[in-house]
C-alpha cells in the first residue's frame, strides 16, 4: 500500500494558474503509475491525466493543452501544472497509485485525501 498527500489547491481566477503536488511514501514510487482525478460537486469521479512509471502521459479532453502531469521520482512526487483555468476546473483534485497508468478510477488501489480547486470567474 502507498500513502498519497495532496497539496497546493486553493482560490484562482479564471485564467490563472495553479500547481498540484503529491507525495507518496510506503512503496518504491518510480515503480508506480499515477493518476490526477477530479470531482466536482455533485458529480462522478472523473480521469484529468495520468503518467506511467516510464513518464508517458495521457490527459482527458478537457484538460489537453492546459494540464502537464510531471513526476520527480527523487521527491517521490508527481505534480499536476494547471493554466488557463477556469469555473469548470472547479473540484477536488485526487492523485492515486495503481500499476499500470490507466484513465479507469478502478485501476487505482491507492489514493490520496483531495485537494479543493475553486476557480472562481
Known amino acids: 500500500q502507498v500513502q498519497l498527500v495532496e497539496s497546493g489547491g486553493g482560490l484562482v481566477q479564471a485564467g490563472g494558474s495553479l500547481r498540484l503536488s503529491c507525495a507518496a511514501s510506503?512503496?518504491?514510487?518510480?515503480?508506480?503509475?499515477m493518476g490526477w482525478f477530479r470531482q466536482a460537486p455533485g458529480k462522478e469521479r472523473e480521469f484529468v491525466a495520468c503518467?506511467?512509471?516510464?513518464?508517458?502521459?495521457t490527459y482527458a479532453d478537457s484538460v489537453q493543452g492546459r494540464f502537464t502531469i510531471s513526476r520527480d521520482n527523487a521527491k517521490n512526487t508527481v505534480y499536476l501544472q494547471m493554466i488557463s483555468v477556469n469555473p469548470e476546473d472547479t473540484a477536488v483534485y485526487y492523485c492515486?497509485?495503481?500499476?499500470?497508468?490507466?484513465?479507469?478510477?478502478?485501476?487505482?488501489?491507492?489514493w490520496g485525501q483531495g485537494t479543493q480547486v475553486t476557480v472562481s470567474s
Open positions: 510506503g512503496r518504491t514510487f518510480s515503480n508506480l503509475a
Open positions: 492515486a497509485a495503481a500499476i499500470v497508468a490507466s484513465r479507469a478510477t478502478n485501476t487505482y488501489g491507492s
Open positions: 503518467i506511467s512509471w516510464t513518464g508517458s502521459t
